[in-house]
């Protein structure tokens, strides 16, 4: 992460934290310098958490003023704009950057990501049809603790209990708003099968923490370009293939007129924004940090609900917001750690180690040789 207040880790057991950063001279570790990096974390977070609000907001308008449901549509358009910027852009880089080398090494991998990135929008989006907004806006916070375990052990982080605290107050938080909402009335929608669409919110926030955990390691590791051009070219299959299974229907029946193609081109755009920045986010923090910092986007869009949709406010958001982002501080004022490979004991081979290791075996030999005579 940004952050940098700690002791020096143990030789050989812990590296300075968040993809294996080198460790910082004392006068990194100077308040001032801590604070600005939480700001800009901050910031950071908040800017994606607005893209977000974007998304829904403009999805609750095709939804209610518009009755058009197509979420799958929605999301194609991203993907689509995601191939033509940055998969295009790996088709003319050269060596092993080239998409086609990509595609031959690790096609099948990145097959899989993009499965799980489509399925995860659209298993949460299909949720609201069978469960109440409340199970969804609690049982989506389920993501972040299978985030943290997928972080354990493919990317080798290691958290101090500030770090779980932490995640517990920004939980806090949410609870603090779920329950905001419904004093405000707006918990009015029992869903058809409650069962059937928390199962949908669990699959979808777990498939949302393996396409955040692939997305960290492909950046930190090899390159933002790469995983936003692989996600364009295989989400674009994918929810194409699924767009003319489940949708055409919705589709066909969409009375189209420039304002509705208006708010399908502003979903678009505030989703490439949210797909393009996010790695930039995450480079510098980590996956886990973002999803904390974005959980005010429930929030974002129920203030522009205030004015948009009727909403009646409610002193427990403001609450919320607060007790989220103090847990969000709170997480990024320690780093964590990233484990790595303890040091081998062997000592390194130098030629003069080899030199020496000759001339012990010729005084070997020539003992053997007096000894045979």
């Not at 997928?150 to 080798?156: A, P």
């Not at 770090?163 to 329950?179: D, N, P, S, Y």
């Amino acid at each position: 992460m940004l952050r940098r207040r700690r002791v020096p880790p143990t030789p050989g057991r812990w590296a300075a934290g968040d993809g294996g950063a080198a460790r910082r001279s004392p006068s990194a570790r100077d308040p001032p310098s801590t604070r600005q990096n939480i700001l800009k974390t901050i910031a950071l977070g908040q800017m994606l958490s607005l893209c977000i609000c974007g998304t829904a907001i403009t999805s609750q308008y095709l939804a209610e003023k518009y009755k058009v449901n197509a979420p799958m549509l929605q999301s194609f358009i991203n993907y689509c704009l995601l191939f033509l910027f940055y998969t295009v852009m790996l088709a003319f880089q050269s060596g092993g950057d080239n998409l086609l080398c990509i595609l031959k090494r690790k096609w099948w991998k990145y097959i899989l990501l993009g499965l799980a990135d489509v399925e995860a929008n659209y298993l949460i989006v299909r949720a609201y049809q069978y469960t109440t907004l409340t199970s969804v806006q609690l049982l989506d916070c389920f993501g972040i603790p299978v985030l943290m375990a997928l972080s354990w052990f493919i990317l080798y982080a290691r958290y101090r209990v500030i770090h779980f605290i932490a995640v517990a107050v920004c939980l806090l938080g949410v609870g603090t708003m779920v329950g905001a909402d419904i004093l405000a009335g707006r918990e009015d929608n029992s869903g058809s099968d409650v069962l059937i669409g928390d199962i949908l919110v669990l699959l979808g926030a777990s498939l949302y923490a393996v396409s955040n955990v692939c997305e960290e390691y492909v950046v930190k590791k090899l390159s933002r370009q790469e995983f936003l051009g692989m996600v364009g070219l295989f989400g674009t299959l994918i929810s194409g293939i699924q767009l003319l299974i489940v949708e055409y229907k919705d589709i066909a029946s969409i009375q189209w007129d420039w304002k509705i193609a208006l708010l399908f081109v502003a979903f678009a755009l505030c989703m490439f924004c949210l797909y393009s920045f996010m790695p930039l986010v995450i480079k510098v923090t980590s996956a886990t940090s973002v999803n904390l910092g974005i959980l005010t986007a429930d929030l974002y869009s129920l203030f522009f609900g205030l004015f948009l949709f009727g909403y009646k406010f409610s002193g427990l958001y403001i609450l919320s917001f607060t007790i989220i982002m103090l847990g969000f501080i709170l997480y990024c004022s320690t780093p964590t750690r990233t484990a790595e490979p303890a040091e081998s004991s062997v000592p390194p081979i130098t030629s003069i180690g080899i030199d020496n290791l000759g001339l012990k075996l010729e005084e070997t030999l020539q003992e053997i040789h007096s000894a045979a005579l």
